[in-house]
C-alpha cells in the first residue's frame, strides 16, 4: 500500500526528508511541499512535486495523508495542531515545541483527534548512539555509572534562524534534544537533578557553548556537551564501567574498550609512586600488561527505520518507536535546564 505525504519548510531538512523518503521508503510518496519561499516551492516543482501555494491547499488535499513539518522550531505547534485538526498525521522535526507546556498543547490534540504524532528523533539510529547503547544495555563492561556524551565544531557561531530566541534557536533546542533524548532512551530510570551551563560566547540572544549535567536514579551521572568553539576535540563517547572503560572517538566510530586482564593480577604496593607530576598512589599509573583493548561491538543501523515504523503504524502493524511521551520527557528535562542555568544551580527532579 502507498502512503502519500506532504512536507512543510522546504529547507535543508525538509529536503532531506524528500530525499531519504523517496530513496528507501517505497510505501512513501512525496506528492508535494509548503513553504513560505517562493524559491523552495520552485526547487520543489523542479523536483516533480506539488508546490502548494497555501497551508490551506496543503489541508485541503485529502490525498494527503502524512504531513512532515520541518521548519524553524517556532512553527512546529501551530502546524502540528492545523494539520491534525485538518485530519493528517504528523511528524514534526525536533525539538518538538519550545517547552514542555507547548508539547502537552499537541498531545491533547493528538488524543481528541485521535491522529498520530511523532518526532524526527534520528540521532535514536546514529551508529555511535548504537554501539555505545548496546555497550550499556549487554553490560559488556559490567554495570555503567559515569557517561560523557560531546559534540564539539569550531563555526563559533549558531547558523541563521539558530541565532534568534524567537524562532526556539541556541543549542540547547538544538543538538541538545538530541543528546537528552538519546540518553534518557538508554538509561531505563528518572532523572533526578539536572545542571546546565548555557554560555552565550558568540550570541546576544541564544547560547551556544554549553554543558549539562544529569543525574538519574538508578545512579548514572552523564556529562553532556556541545560546543561551538572547541579546537581540540574529545571523544565523542567517553563510558566507565565497574569492569572497564569505553571510547568512541569520533561519528566514524573509532574507538575501543579496556578490560583489566583476568590472568594479570598485578599487586599493588602501599609505596608512594614518583609521577612527573610528583608523588601519587591513587593516580599511579597503571601497567599495561595488565590491561586488555577490545574492539567496539558491532552495530547495523539506517535512519530510515524511522520511516519504516511510522508506514507500519498507519498500517497497524508496529508500535510507534518515537512516541510523544517520550518527547515530553525531554521537553521537560530542557525547561529544568534552563532553569538551572538561570538560578546558577543543580536542580532536583523527577523526570
Ligand atoms: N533531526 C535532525 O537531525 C535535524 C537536522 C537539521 C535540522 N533539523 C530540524 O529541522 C527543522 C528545519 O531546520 P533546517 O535546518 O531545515 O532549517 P532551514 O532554514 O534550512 O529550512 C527551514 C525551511 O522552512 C521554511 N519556513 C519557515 N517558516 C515557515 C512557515 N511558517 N511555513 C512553511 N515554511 C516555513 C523556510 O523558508 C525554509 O525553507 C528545525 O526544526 C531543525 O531543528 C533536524
Request: aromatic share 8%; charged share 25%; net charge negative.
Amino acid at each position: 500500500m502507498k502512503h502519500t505525504m506532504a512536507i512543510i519548510g522546504f529547507g535543508g531538512m525538509g529536503s532531506w526528508h524528500y530525499q531519504n523518503v523517496t530513496e528507501k521508503i517505497p510505501d512513501l510518496r512525496v506528492k508535494g511541499v509548503y513553504d513560505i519561499r517562493q524559491e523552495a516551492l520552485d526547487k520543489a516543482a523542479s523536483l516533480g512535486l506539488h508546490p502548494y501555494a497555501s497551508l490551506e491547499e496543503l489541508l485541503a488535499d485529502q490525498e494527503v495523508e502524512l504531513v512532515t513539518i520541518a521548519t524553524p522550531n517556532d512553527f512546529h505547534k501551530p502546524l502540528a495542531i492545523a494539520c491534525m485538526r485538518a485530519g493528517k498525521q504528523v511528524i514534526s522535526e525536533k525539538p518538538v515545541t519550545l517547552n514542555a507546556s507547548e508539547l502537552e498543547e499537541i498531545i491533547a490534540v493528538s488524543k481528541e483527534t485521535g491522529r498520530l504524532f511523532s518526532i524526527h528523533q534520528n540521532r535514536r539510529w546514529d551508529k555511535d548512539y548504537r554501539i555505545i547503547k548496546r555497550i550499556y544495555d549487554e553490560k559488556l563492561l559490567g554495570t555503567p555509572y559515569f557517561i560523557e556524551s560531546k559534540v564539539q565544531g569550531s563555526r563559533q557561531a549558531m547558523h541563521g534562524w539558530r541565532g534568534h530566541k524567537q524562532n526556539g534557536g541556541g543549542m540547547l533546542l538544538d543538538w541538545g534534544v538530541h543528546l537528552i533524548d538519546q540518553l534518557m532512551m538508554m538509561i531505563e530510570a528518572p532523572v533526578v537533578s539536572v545542571e546546565a551551563h548555557l554560555l552565550c560566547m558568540f550570541s546576544d540572544e541564544v547560547d551556544d557553548n554549553i554543558k549539562v549535567m544529569l543525574r538519574f536514579e538508578n545512579n548514572v551521572s552523564a556529562l553532556l556537551e556541545m560546543s561551538t568553539n572547541c579546537l581540540i576535540n574529545s571523544p565523542r563517547w567517553h563510558m566507565q564501567c565497574l569492569d572497564g572503560t569505553a571510547e568512541i572517538r569520533n561519528w566514524a566510530c573509532e574507538g575501543k574498550m579496556v578490560q583489566l586482564k583476568e590472568d594479570a593480577q598485578m599487586k599493588w604496593e602501599d609505596d608512594i609512586v614518583y609521577t612527573e607530576a610528583g608523588p601519587t598512589r591513587t593516580m599511579a599509573p597503571r601497567p599495561s600488561f595488565t590491561m586488555k583493548e577490545l574492539p567496539l561491538p558491532e552495530v547495523t543501523t539506517d535512519w530510515s527505520d524511522y520511516y519504516k515504523n511510522i508506514v507500519g503504524v498507519l498500517e497497524g502493524r508496529e508500535e510507534l518507536l518515537v512516541k510523544p511521551e517520550q518527547a515530553l520527557r525531554v521537553m521537560k528535562v530542557i525547561d529544568l535546564a534552563f532553569a538551572s542555568n538561570e538560578q546558577r544551580q543543580g536542580l532536583p527532579c523527577w523526570i
